[in-house]
């Protein structure tokens, strides 16, 4: 089970429409799909996503350092040795933690495809399934936003995330707008992407109270642990953390800070599937839930987020993950589309997908 080959490649899938937040707009998801291949001619597919608006780096910086550093590192290493393939990467290479989950994930694809298992099961097996997930508002006009949420609450979902961020009364009207359109029954989430100052934080926050939201999502930028547990002090609304939290010790940062009543765990975010379990585990210790967050994977990224999302423990139901409904097309075989709010998961060997690669070839812009 040695791994003899180490690939990267960087993917841009068009999205169906522009996708704004309070950093930016995204019109093609960007991403680096990990490709390893074993002595035995297993292959296992991994993948990093990214923005560089958020993360501070693109794909092509995943590839390329996925190429120099973490690619050579754990070739002739065995893909059942996972704790030592993330010592060996952390040693090579500090922090990246994306770039890390690409090779993470692509092994943890292979040593289930080894042994004829879907990969949740490598993980003590799934907690639920079919898997809820949710769809998201982004930062769009009133009367679109409502028009959003209805058709999803149509479509089956139950949980709805809301962008915010940029402007606060603007912000706050968009919530209102969508509340009275979905009514009472479904859950609302918002998420400003560190869009606030602490005044403007404050204010908003307020405001938005009145509409029954699960949490606010990072109102502050992610260092100020300060200002967040101010706001959880205050507010009745749970705050939650996102850039706030990449690792373990990220976790224990924000509980003696007090500056979060719930985590966002994102699989690409946290360097992989065995890092998103631990700080699972260690959120659940220190008695903060969590939930799954997403970064608009890919079909595989959203296998991999699915995996984890089904089998780890103290996080709330509906997963934030798109599937393939976010794309014009995606670079699997059969793309994940949701039914009523649900996603089936896979139960095929590894992640349980087939990579196009003629589609990992074009969108990585590899002739031939």
Same mark, same amino acid.
């Given at each position: 089970m040695k791994i003899v080959k180490v690939e990267a490649f960087p993917v841009s899938l068009p999205l169906k429409k522009p996708f704004t937040i309070a950093l930016g707009t995204m019109t093609h998801s960007p991403h680096a799909v990990v490709r390893i291949t074993t002595e035995e001619g297993i292959v296992g597919y991994g993948e990093a996503s990214t923005w560089h608006v958020v993360y501070g780096y693109d794909q092509h910086e995943l590839v390329w350092a996925t190429e120099q550093y973490l690619g050579p590192a754990v070739m002739g290493m065995d893909v059942t040795d996972m704790e030592a393939i993330l010592i060996r990467m952390n040693t090579v290479l500090p922090k990246n933690l994306m770039a890390k989950a690409g090779v993470e994930i692509a092994c943890q694809d292979a040593r289930a495809k080894a042994l004829g298992i879907p990969l949740y099961r490598i993980f003590g097996g799934a907690l639920k399934k079919p898997v809820e997930v949710i769809e998201v508002v982004d930062i769009v006009p009133f009367e679109e936003a409502a028009k959003m949420a209805v058709q999803y609450v149509k479509d089956g979902f139950r949980c709805i995330k809301i962008k915010i961020g940029l402007h606060p009364k603007e912000d706050a009207e968009r919530v209102r707008v969508v509340r009275e359109a979905v009514g009472p029954e479904v859950r609302l989430r918002v998420d400003a992407n560190q869009g606030y100052d602490r005044v403007t934080a404050m204010k908003a926050c307020q405001a938005?109270? #009145?509409?029954?939201? !699960?949490?606010? %999502? !990072?109102?502050?930028?992610?260092?100020?642990?300060?200002?967040?547990?101010?706001?959880? %002090?205050?507010?009745? +609304?749970?705050?939650?953390?996102?850039?706030? *939290?990449? +690792?373990? !010790?990220?976790?224990? @940062?924000? $509980?003696?800070? #007090?500056?979060?009543?719930?985590?966002? *765990? @994102?699989?690409?975010?946290?360097?992989?599937?065995?890092?998103?379990? @631990? *700080?699972? &585990?260690? $959120?659940?210790?220190?008695?903060?839930?969590?939930?799954?967050?997403?970064?608009?994977?890919?079909?595989?990224?959203?296998?991999?987020?699915? &995996?984890?999302g089904a089998c780890a423990p103290n996080l709330f139901p509906a997963l934030e993950i798109a599937g393939s409904g976010a794309f014009t097309d995606d670079i699997i075989e059969r793309p994940f589309i949701s039914t009523e709010g649900v996603i089936e998961l896979p139960e095929r060997p590894g992640l349980g997908v087939v990579v196009n690669e003629e589609k990992l070839k074009y969108y990585s812009g590899i002739e031939g």
């Open positions: 938005m109270e #009145k509409y029954d939201l !699960q949490w606010i %999502e !990072q109102p502050l930028p992610d260092w100020d642990l300060e200002g967040l547990a101010m706001l959880a %002090e205050a507010l009745w +609304t749970p705050i939650a953390v996102d850039e706030s *939290i990449y +690792t373990l !010790q990220d976790v224990y @940062k924000v $509980a003696r800070a #007090k500056a979060a009543d719930v985590i966002n *765990i @994102k699989v690409a975010k946290c360097g992989g599937i065995n890092p998103s379990l @631990k *700080i699972a &585990h260690a $959120a659940a210790s220190v008695g903060i839930p969590c939930f799954l967050g997403g970064c608009i994977e890919t079909g595989v990224g959203t296998a991999a987020a699915l &995996h984890f």
